[in-house]
């Protein structure tokens, strides 16, 4: 164990992930020094006037506060996604899947601490994030309890949120109010925002209870300029027995950008939208037969359409009349672009999409053919054999259609209210169609499930634990090896020769457990919480220097020494000619392994520049 005091006397660099707000903000601060000197004072604090006075905007008399949400606890709310997280990933061997060679990642445990631990190795990496939260129906308590690390009053202290009450939190998350709900997504949606690459997007379901709320919050954080659409889903086909003045059959996917002008969507049609395919591509059939009474009468566009094949004669119906005139159609006749219906005597045009790589009207917000709840009830009946597990499921076919307008084939996805998992299984599935290496991350509270619902008898007919995230992983397990037997059935040899393809149906799992810490008393050190396993540590080193992780990891020293990205990782008691080989290389040295790093420096065999003390 190496007290961080000595090693920043002995001059060597410290990370400590305790410190990743304030060292952010030091980042920020620093950058606008850079760039606008003037603005940060002898204290390293913004000067606001300062900064007023270069805007031309300090003896304004307008109303600067513009037009934002406001709700009871919004300051907490900020503070809470600013402060570090006491939590860190702790390797779940059994629960895992291929874990030496996947890509795609579990994390089991509370999201907000699961962001903030992927905010350093995953920032601006993330293509996509889909999100189900909780929806705010003030019939019960938050499942998620949201408490912060350190007491209201001490956060409203460092924070300067003085008018907020200490008791706060308390309250407010006893019921399902909308500051509460607000409180509860704010943080989560800022830190959210920090994970998505430059042409990220974020897609949120929500219902009727929120959605003002939630589009107004998003704007804030994400900017009024960087809205893309409110997509609206039918979700049934009719009303329940509930329902008793309006049926509602729809709900709603929040759109937004991280940066508009990025060149977001992948401008290629969602196959399934087109009905047919031949030769030349994917196309639908589209009647040409329009009214021709009133405003629409137009005498001169009756005529026969004869069938080049048959010889047969065409006329619209009665009180109908041709949407083309005769040049068009004889023109279309020719391209062999115009469908004759024998059976039904109709002529119809074929709509093929006019480029199928780029379109300006590709997409549309009004998703009526993405499945529905019951679809995703009936597809976890055919996975876990139980159809009432979850009560409101999203369907594959939904988010495979969001997963084909915003994903590449090698982009990482991210879902933190992983759920019953169809964000993963919809990864996987359109991996296993378009030869796509995507990744997924999933995160999932570990959320106790009650005796009386039906989760908790397959949990004990399955030998699970009772938590929604033990189903999360169970689904993932069957809904690959499905996937993986449908792959080799239509080709035997795909996957058992050719390995550089194989489909990904793995998965690591990671709990998220308290940190170790060093306790300074009685003038001795000891450590709190301490970890299990090299692999822990070496993890949480990784995480710390901004590494994957699903990144290579090379064993040099079992338990001892590793490498990844070309550093090293020390995460036990070295010798000192073992540790010199590498001297040329970045050493990164866990702050709780039992060595003497002031020999190792003392005896030249390490470049102080390049030793890094983690402290995570």
Not at 89 to 105: G, P
Not at 259 to 270: A, L, M, Q, R, V
Not at 547 to 572: Q, T
Request: charged residues 25%; negative net charge.
């Amino acid at each position: 164990m190496i007290d961080k005091q000595q090693a920043e006397l002995l001059g060597v660099n410290v990370i400590d992930t305790n410190n990743q707000g304030n060292d952010d903000k030091v980042a920020i601060i620093n950058k606008i020094k850079d760039l606008l000197p003037n603005i940060i004072n002898s204290d390293n604090q913004l000067d606001t006037k300062a900064l007023n006075d270069l805007l031309g905007v300090a003896n304004s008399t307008s109303n600067n506060q513009g037009y934002e949400l406001t709700f009871a606890g919004k300051g907490l709310a900020r503070a809470k996604a600013d402060a570090p997280t006491n939590k860190e990933l702790k390797i779940e061997l059994e629960q895992s899947k291929n874990f030496d060679k996947t890509q795609n990642i579990v994390i089991r445990g509370d999201n907000i601490d699961a962001l903030k631990v992927l905010y350093k190795n995953y920032h601006k990496q993330i293509k996509m994030i889909y999100i189900d939260p909780p929806y705010n129906t003030k019939s019960e308590n938050f499942v998620y309890n949201d408490n912060f690390k350190v007491s209201e009053a001490e956060l409203c202290e460092e924070f300067g949120l003085n008018e907020e009450t200490t008791n706060f939190l308390t309250s407010v998350y006893g019921t399902r109010s909308h500051s509460g709900w607000l409180s509860f997504m704010y943080p989560r949606l800022k830190l959210a925002r920090e994970l998505l690459t430059d042409d990220g997007v974020i897609f949120i379901s929500i219902d009727d209870n929120e959605q003002a709320n939630l589009k107004i919050i998003c704007d804030e954080i994400f900017g009024v300029d960087n809205f893309i659409t409110q997509f609206i889903w039918k979700k049934k086909g009719g009303s329940s027995n509930t329902e008793k003045i309006v049926g509602n059959l729809v709900e709603y996917i929040v759109c937004y950008a991280k940066n508009k002008t990025s060149g977001i969507f992948n401008y290629k049609k969602i196959e399934r939208q087109y009905r047919y395919k031949d030769e030349i591509g994917f196309y639908n059939l589209e009647g040409i037969e329009k009214t021709n009474l009133g405003s629409y009468e137009r005498p001169t566009m009756i005529f026969p359409i004869i069938d080049p094949l048959t010889n047969s004669s065409y006329l619209p119906q009665d009180n109908m009349r041709w949407t083309i005139g005769k040049e068009l159609v004889d023109k279309l006749i020719k391209e062999d672009k115009l469908f004759f219906d024998r059976v039904n005597n109709k002529v119809k045009i074929i709509k093929r999409p006019e480029d199928y790589e780029s379109s300006e009207n590709l997409f549309y917000n009004l998703l009526l053919n993405s499945g529905s709840m019951s679809m995703a009830k009936d597809e976890i009946n055919n996975i876990l054999h139980n159809r009432e597990i979850f009560d409101t499921p999203k369907p594959v076919i939904l988010m495979r259609d969001l997963l084909i307008i915003v994903t590449k084939k090698d982009d990482i996805v991210l879902d933190f209210f992983a759920g019953s998992g169809t964000t993963g299984d919809a990864v996987m599935q359109l991996n296993a169609e378009d030869g796509g290496k995507r990744k997924f991350i999933l995160v999932q509270w570990d959320e106790r499930i009650a005796e009386n619902k039906e989760a908790y008898k397959f949990c004990t007919e399955n030998n699970l634990e009772p938590f929604i995230s033990s189903i999360t992983i169970e689904r993932l397990n069957r809904a690959g090896e499905k996937i993986k037997a449908e792959q080799q059935a239509k080709n035997p040899d795909l996957l058992a020769n050719d390995t550089t393809n194989e489909l990904d149906i793995g998965y690591k799992v990671f709990s998220l457990v308290d940190k170790p810490k060093i306790d300074y008393q009685n003038d001795s050190l000891a450590i709190i919480n301490s970890r299990v396993g090299a692999l822990n540590t070496l993890y949480n080193m990784l995480v710390a220097t901004c590494k994957p992780l699903d990144i290579k990891i090379e064993e040099i020293i079992l338990d001892v020494l590793y490498k990844a990205a070309n550093e090293i990782y020390v995460v036990g008691n070295i010798d000192v000619d073992t540790l010199s080989k590498y001297r040329d290389l970045k050493v990164n040295i866990d702050a709780f392994v039992d060595i003497s790093l002031e020999s190792y420096l003392n005896l030249g065999l390490l470049d102080k520049d390049n030793v890094y003390m983690i402290y995570s």
